[in-house]
């Protein structure tokens, strides 16, 4: 069973959670850039978080059903319908042989995911499904391509997802840099109201703000090292970047700070124009947010529920207006 692709958005990859180990020889992690999508999905269909899915930037495209298969629809909202009737958001639902699932642009936010039952049988490379166009490993999915599903998958089922696709506060780590920061740059970076830039793409997220920029003590002397997604490096003139899933492994660019990985979803989902802040964390408070995350997830089960709800399972059914107005039997 697969979707076949009749049209399809630019930058629309396969992704999973990413290939982890090879930092060290030149590859970063990749994987979606709302890793929390993936969770969604995976409930919404009865499978593992590990499966790949379609992740679809700012656009969508069409897609044929080639046998009985279930899908779910999670990440930035987006317009979608099938064979012309629309169908929820962050929600799972059943396609027939023939039946054609059409994703228009997004809504909030910048990245839609489409899953599969069983999830996306692609080919794995180095232990992941992951494109990554910056390493060349994958490719963009293009119009006559086939997304195979590996199982059948359940339907019928909806969530309310976590609200992360407006900008928002982003909880930051101190990072290597962060001391060759004065005091006043440092309190003026926390007060800051930045809007996200044009310059985005899943290496790196711009962001602009008014007034001077934000420059480090002999950042011109800073040797490259490691880096990785959440970091937040500050260009030559003075405009933070945070980094996301395919940026590179080293840099000499001053980091400012690193946004805790449970807020990476908020800042790639953020749109453009979209406001963002930031505050600074303690480790110890950020290991604990980190755990609160983890646990979140792990009741992430809790906020699913039928498409359409049973009456019988409605203990205040009376309570809901059923009829509004007046109506006619004869008309």
């Not at 042989?97 to 899953?115: A, C, D, F, K, W």
Request: proline share 6%.
């Amino acid at each position: 069973m697969s979707l076949i692709v009749h049209r399809i958005g630019p930058a629309c990859t396969i992704q999973d959670q990413g290939r982890a180990g090879y930092l060290d020889q030149g590859l970063s992690r990749s994987g979606a850039a709302d890793v929390l999508a993936l969770h969604e999905g995976a409930l919404l269909l009865g499978q593992s978080p590990t499966c790949a899915a379609l992740e679809m930037a700012g656009k969508g495209g069409e897609f044929e059903a080639t046998a009985p298969i279930a899908i779910a629809l999670t990440g930035a909202p987006m317009q979608a319908s099938i064979d012309g009737s629309p169908v929820i958001w962050n929600a799972s639902h059943q396609m027939a042989p023939g039946q054609r699932l059409t994703i228009g642009s997004v809504l909030q936010g910048n990245y839609g995911y489409l899953h599969l039952g069983g999830g996306i049988d692609s080919e794995v490379i180095l232990g992941s499904r992951s494109a990554h166009l910056t390493a060349r490993i994958g490719r963009a999915i293009q119009a006559g391509d086939h997304l195979p599903a590996t199982g059948a998958g359940r339907s019928g089922l909806k969530l309310s997802p976590d609200e992360r696709f407006a900008g928002g506060v982003l909880r930051v780590v101190a990072s290597f840099q962060t001391a060759l920061f004065d005091d006043d740059t440092l309190r003026r970076f926390t007060r800051t109201e930045f809007r996200r830039g044009v310059r985005t793409n899943r290496m790196g997220m711009q962001l602009n703000s008014d007034g001077e920029g934000f420059a480090a003590k002999g950042q011109l002397n800073i040797l490259s090292e490691v880096i990785t997604p959440g970091d937040i490096q500050m260009t030559g003139a003075g405009d933070p970047l945070i980094l996301l899933p395919e940026c590179q492994t080293t840099g000499g660019y001053p980091r400012i700070a690193t946004v805790l990985p449970c807020d990476l979803p908020r800042a790639a989902q953020t749109p453009a124009g979209g406001h963002i802040r930031f505050k600074f964390v303690s480790l110890e408070q950020a290991c604990a947010l980190q755990s609160a995350h983890d646990a979140d997830l792990a009741r992430l089960p809790s906020r699913v529920e039928p498409l359409v709800r049973d009456p019988h399972d409605i203990p205040d059914l009376l309570s809901y207006q059923l009829i509004s107005g007046m109506i006619s039997a004869t008309e």
